[in-house]
């Protein structure tokens, strides 16, 4: 080969990358054109590996994307709350969700959850009574999870992957307090986000001793000491608190206000 035919490949093959990118577009276009007009009344699960495109599910997403995107942009400083959307642990627990977020709205927070009930209603109640901007992203279950009473704006997802990824982009500090599947979920969605740098190094708060420790001690002694899962520096992507001044105080020194 001479040297310029090799000079010459690039140009050779970026016609082809141009009209690949060009098809994919014009057949995105097509699919969600088509999606819109065929929502269907009654929606089917998604499956693991569907047989079939459905042109219908490809817009639903986008437009989820696009309509979330639209509500956490409407808000600078923010602040996620994670947590039991039930009213089973200690009323400790919902008094301090509503302490916390209070006086962190009256910082200037704006205070965003899952907008359902137990401590994420707790959040948005003490957002709310404090005049903040008081955020719901609620996910449509079968099981009907209503909005809470004290949400300034809300929105409920489809598709648990979406609000995910609402929920990880939309403020610069992320609670946890107590709670089942979903609060671990999302905590460790958070953690592994940070500690691949796929997003920056945030605030990734712990709350309450007695819940967590019993987790963190088995991921010293389990990931990291026996097994060397983990890095040792990866147990400082988050901070164990154990009270509302705790919390406030750590929130306020390692965020901008």
């Not at 520096?233 to 901070?239: A, G, H, Q, S």
Request: net charge negative.
């Amino acid at each position: 080969m001479s040297t310029d035919s090799a000079h010459d490949l690039p140009s050779h093959t970026a016609p082809s990358d141009t009209a690949s990118v060009h098809e994919t577009a014009e057949r995105l276009a097509k699919v969600v054109h088509e999606g819109q007009r065929t929502i269907p009344e009654e929606r089917s699960l998604l499956v693991c590996k569907p047989s079939r495109v459905e042109s219908w599910r490809i817009f639903k997403i986008m437009s989820e994307f696009v309509e979330g995107f639209d509500v956490i942009r409407q808000y600078g400083l923010a602040v996620s709350f994670f947590g039991s959307a039930r009213a089973s642990f200690e009323d400790e627990v919902y008094r301090d969700a509503t302490q916390l977020a209070g006086r962190l709205a009256k910082k200037g927070f704006a205070i965003i959850t899952g907008g359902s009930s137990g401590v994420m209603q707790a959040a948005n109640k003490g957002a709310f009574e404090a005049g903040g901007d008081s955020v719901g992203l609620n996910i449509n279950l079968p099981e009907a999870q209503s909005y809470n009473p004290y949400l300034t704006n809300k929105f409920g997802f489809d598709h648990f992957f979406v609000r995910k990824v609402m929920l990880t982009y939309a403020s610069e500090v992320y609670v946890y307090f107590p709670g089942g599947f979903g609060t671990l979920d999302e905590f460790f969605e958070i953690v592994t986000l940070v500690q691949t740098k796929k997003i920056r190094a945030v605030p990734i708060i712990l709350f309450g001793k007695h819940y967590w420790e019993p987790l963190l001690a088995f991921i010293e002694e389990t990931l990291y000491r026996e097994h060397k899962a983990i890095n040792q520096k990866d147990m400082e992507l988050y901070t164990l608190v154990d009270s509302v001044d705790e919390a406030y105080d750590y929130i306020t020194a390692n965020v901008s206000c």
